[in-house]
């Protein structure tokens, strides 16, 4: 890892030069970069990303109104507390914004992230969470007011004249805040407590990143353009799995400094083809990382234990410098880079009008995707308590994909969608989906299942730790078939009964397979081909086929190892035949150019990405690509440390990694609650349904199991239901039949 070399350092041909490596590439815009941008700016408009002149005002005005409510909030408390009349006068405390609003890529109704920055007499608890929480339960202009003071980073949320505020606050050792505060000093941390570090984080790292960017209004278009390809691919989702706004912006932040001179359309370009090449866990940085005068710990897998196991660092370049990415797992990193390969392959399409932007952002067919769903069901007896629950639900559903990743040894995979849906004809409910899918490349077995019942177990164990549970508030999860989705997840209530479009990757095979050549499917939406159920015409899923030898010939390594360098000097072939703690089933080990790393994370797309070594540009653009990609090449060539977790080390990990990072809106004191016990596993395996929504919810938990006691007396079980398992050697194979 590069430590210790300069965020901001010499100059090329006058330039300086940003970030912690030379640049791949000084050129400039082509005429063709300024009239596609123009367009991408016009379709990022059209797309309503951008809010009104009126309400820019709104938030100004009301941004105004809260910096004076808390510099009054700050007299009333320092005159409260005895400080003489020149103390008090001068007792000040100050509004900073952060996020995507400090950023300037916040759209229409989007929060304003804020913090209060306050004096060393103003404390959290007494004076922030109560006597200013009073002060805004009494404005008519505030309602929704939520204070959280046992989060991990405290926060109070509300809306002031209908703008969303997220209200930190940070108190300094300072007697007095001056106006002029610049929160980016490190010396503002000293003698801070960890909640004051967290909560100007934000501030600081934001602020970096405008200054680590060569140029803030290409890094503002690009980061835009990024965040809405995100979303409508489904993968913009902390919370989830994936990746949340300040990892998007650091992101599009580091190929802004690669490519100083580039306008955005050449930047989003170059996003997805450096992506698409980069070989995680290498970080991303958009500085050195500092060691600090603090004694703060910053993010060093060579001497934390715990940072080795993050499998896509993207590091903060503020001090303390931390991974802003440690939710990322091996399934959502699998799918974040399918989704970098779409990009790039429609970019470099768009180079000869091959494709547009509304090939690029075309949405994601989640509910086509997979043929297997878990759905997971929570409801509340009340509007307060089902918000509660659910933020801690969601806080939590990060750990089932984990779970079930280790129970089926990473044969499994799973893709959760980063939201729930609400269910409008029963109130207080929510529902949310992950997409099951056999690990590609691996031979099925014959009677081969999944038994996912002692994964589920343990996350509902997790989940009902919840110590402000209240009667009414339940989980359940269930197995659905994609004819089983709930009609409430589509738009307007309706199940679409096909396809709206081709999709991208669809009619790129179909022009392939004209042209005699072979190019995997790797999108999800790609995989439905046929008309709806009621056609009767089948669907050929890609997740559902069970590969011949022939066809794993004919699919890219997803979810294999390939054949290329290893990211770690130090893996040897003896102490790498165990990917996420099990033996891998693949055979013997013959080189270490087949050895798998680091928890079964993203393969090296170096030899099965046709895109990247079969470069079928002639001319200059090849020899420009080939240049860049040893540029990128020697950027990743730093020194790495190599750690195979082992069991017991990932349990105790994990869940002191959620008490570290994850909100928590529960009191400390524990209550005592019975847990449902685990699921007896059938004797024979067979599948059976009850009815549930429309009649065929396979259970994965009785449904007559009663919810664990909250007095701690213990409830009746009803008679256990054998558990549905998940089994793939019945599925239709590539020519449509049955295997």
């Given at each position: ?82 400080l003489n009349d020149e103390l008090v006068h001068q007792a000040n405390a100050k509004i900073f914004t952060f996020g995507s609003y400090r950023l300037g890529v916040h759209g229409p109704g989007a929060d304003i992230d804020t913090l209060c ?554 209550k005592d609650s019975r847990i449902e016990p685990s699921i007896e596993k059938s004797n024979n395996g067979a599948e059976t349904s009850t009815g549930s929504y429309n009649g065929g919810l396979e259970e994965l938990e009785p449904a007559e ?35």
């Amino acid at each position: 890892m590069v430590m210790g070399s300069p965020g901001l350092s010499n100059r090329n041909n006058g330039q300086q030069r940003l970030g912690i490596t030379e640049p791949i590439s000084l050129g400039g815009p082509s005429e063709e970069d300024v009239i596609k941008t123009r367009e991408l700016e016009k379709y990022l408009h059209d797309a309503g990303l951008y809010e009104s002149q009126e309400e820019a005002v709104s938030r100004e005005e009301v941004l105004g109104r809260l910096d004076q409510i808390v510099k009054i909030w700050v007299k009333t408390i320092s005159r409260a507390k005895g400080l003489n009349d020149e103390l008090v006068h001068q007792a000040n405390a100050k509004i900073f914004t952060f996020g995507s609003y400090r950023l300037g890529v916040h759209g229409p109704g989007a929060d304003i992230d804020t913090l209060c920055v306050g004096p060393r007499h103003a404390t959290r608890e007494e004076d922030f969470f109560g006597e200013l929480y009073r002060m805004l339960s009494e404005m008519s202009e505030v309602t929704e007011l939520h204070p959280v003071p046992d989060a991990h980073v405290p926060i109070m949320q509300f809306k002031f004249n209908g703008v969303s505020i997220d209200l930190l606050y940070a108190k300094l050792s300072l007697y007095i805040i001056p106006e002029d505060l610049d929160v980016s000093q490190d010396a503002i941390l000293h003698g801070a407590d960890e909640q004051t570090v967290r909560s100007l984080n934000g501030c600081r790292v934001t602020d970096q990143i405008l200054r680590l960017v060569p140029s803030i209004q290409n890094f503002r278009t690009t980061l835009r353009c990024m965040r809405l390809w995100a979303k409508r691919r489904g993968v913009y989702s902390n919370v989830a799995g994936f990746l949340g706004g300040i990892n998007w912006a650091l992101l599009v932040a580091r190929i802004c400094q690669l490519y100083p001179n580039a306008l955005p359309n050449m930047l989003v370009s170059r996003f997805f083809r450096v992506y698409t090449q980069w070989r995680w866990p290498n970080p991303v940085m958009l500085c050195a990382i500092e060691e600090g005068s603090l004694g703060l710990p910053v993010w060093d897998p060579r001497r934390n234990p715990r940072d080795r196991y993050h499998l896509m660092p993207i590091i903060t370049p503020a001090y303390p410098c931390m991974n802003s990415s440690y939710n990322v797992s091996s399934s959502t990193l699998r799918i974040m880079l399918e989704e970098f390969q779409r990009g790039n392959e429609i970019c470099e399409a768009m180079e000869t009008n091959k494709a547009d932007w509304d090939t690029l952002f075309e949405s994601y067919a989640f509910f086509e995707a997979y043929k297997n769903y878990l759905q997971i069901d929570i409801s509340a007896a009340n509007a307060d308590g089902f918000r509660k629950w659910k933020g801690w639900v969601e806080s939590r559903l990060r750990q089932l994909t984990l779970k079930i990743e280790r129970k089926t040894y990473e044969m499994l995979q799973c893709h959760p969608h980063p939201g729930g849906f609400p269910d409008k004809s029963r109130p207080f409910h929510s529902s949310y989906f992950m997409g099951l899918q056999r690990k590609q490349g691996v031979p099925v077995k014959e009677g081969e299942h999944f038994d996912l019942s002692k994964a589920v177990d343990d996350f509902k164990l997790a989940v009902y730790q919840y110590t402000l549970r209240e009667i009414g508030m339940e989980i359940r999860v269930s197995h659905v078939k994609r004819r089983e989705i709930p009609n409430f997840v589509f738009p307007g209530g309706i199940r679409p009964s096909r396809p709206s479009k081709v999709s991208w990757v669809r009619k790129r095979c179909s022009e392939l397979e004209v042209s005699g050549s072979t190019q995997p499917d790797r999108s999800g939406e790609d995989r439905t081909v046929s008309d709806g159920a009621d056609s009767g015409r089948k669907r050929k899923l890609e997740n559902d086929n069970v590969e011949t030898d022939h066809a794993k010939s004919m699919r890219p390594c997803v979810g294999e190892v390939c054949e290329a360098s290893p990211p770690f000097s130090n893996v040897s072939p003896s102490s790498a035949k165990y990917e996420n703690n099990v033996e891998v089933s693949t055979g013997k080990i013959e080189s270490p150019a087949q050895i798998p790393y680091q928890n079964g994370q993203a393969e090296v797309w170096s030899r099965c990405n046709p895109l990247i070594n079969s470069l079928s540009v002639a001319g200059d653009a090849s020899s420009s690509k080939e240049a860049e990609k040893l540029a990128l090449e020697k950027i990743m060539a730093g020194p790495y440390v190599s750690h195979q977790a082992l069991p017991e080390e990932l349990d105790e990990l994990e869940g002191d990694s959620e008490d570290r990072h994850q909100v928590k809106d529960f009191s400390g004191n524990m209550k005592d609650s019975r847990i449902e016990p685990s699921i007896e596993k059938s004797n024979n395996g067979a599948e059976t349904s009850t009815g549930s929504y429309n009649g065929g919810l396979e259970e994965l938990e009785p449904a007559e199991l009663m919810a664990p006691s909250l007095n701690g007396t213990p409830e009746p079980v009803a008679q256990r239901k054998p558990i549905i398992r998940l089994n793939f050697t019945s599925l239709p194979n590539a020519s449509g039949k049955s295997s």
